[in-house]
């Protein structure tokens, strides 16, 4: 394996991670962001998202983890302008700000279907293969747990992206133990072992876990 320059390789992320900018009403979903504690996806992280959803022509998206509308915007605007994205988070003033964040960026109130609850609660009362992108930004020890629901919502063709896939490089280190560290660990080996999934780990923000569902179950 070729030596990495790693300073060279921290230049490239960060330019990479800049490659797309954010506007005013993103950066101020993120400034609320950080005022109630929220550590939302980094822009090139939401930049992603909104490829992976312009790329499935995303008519049906459910997000793990609203926040301030920092992903759920970046989803918006990739999605078909007939999309409804389904997000779900536990407190209540989160999906509030979302809901400002989503008609500062001029999405009708109908393209957003905002839902207080825990996500373990809420997405079994959802429809089978109903979506075409599920993204999960939620309590990273549930990721698992999250997968498998996952799998059952999507159509098929769809795609699961898990963003905190990296956990701060913590995810490669051996004697980083915690119950979220491990979760992620497990959330990883179960992506990429799942033979109806074709997998991919990308370095953007704290890592974002993708995957697309197979088409057609495998045989044998």
């Known amino acids: 394996m070729p030596d990495i320059d790693i300073g060279a390789h921290d230049r490239a992320a960060a330019f990479a991670e800049g490659f797309l900018l954010?506007?005013?009403v993103l950066?101020?979903?993120r400034a609320r962001a950080e005022e109630v504690g929220i550590l939302p996806?980094?822009?090139g992280a939401g930049a992603v998202l909104r490829f992976l959803a312009a790329s499935v022509g995303a008519r049906a998206v459910v997000e793990i983890g609203t926040g301030t509308?920092?992903?759920?915007?970046?989803?918006?605007?990739?999605m078909r302008t007939d999309g409804v994205l389904t997000t779900i988070d536990v407190?209540?003033?989160h999906l509030r700000l979302a809901r400002r964040t989503y008609a500062d960026a001029g999405m009708p109130p109908n393209r957003g279907r905002l839902i207080t609850g825990r996500a373990l609660d809420v997405l079994p009362r959802l429809t089978d293969g109903a979506y075409d992108l599920v993204f999960c930004d939620a309590d990273r020890r549930e990721n698992p747990e999250y997968l498998i629901q996952a799998l059952r919502l999507l159509r098929p063709g769809g795609v699961v992206a898990f963003t905190g896939a990296l956990t701060g490089g913590l995810a490669a280190d051996p004697a980083a133990r915690s119950p979220e560290i491990m979760a992620t660990r497990e959330l990883a080996t179960a992506v990429r072992d799942d033979s109806r999934l074709t997998p991919m780990l990308l370095n953007s923000g704290d890592g974002l876990l993708v995957a697309v569902l197979a088409t057609s179950s495998p045989v044998g």
């Open 22 to 24: 954010e506007d005013p």
């Open 27 to 29: 950066r101020a979903a």
């Open 41 to 43: 996806v980094s822009p």
């Open 69 to 78: 509308g920092v992903s759920g915007t970046w989803l918006l605007r990739g």
């Open 91 to 93: 407190e209540a003033e």
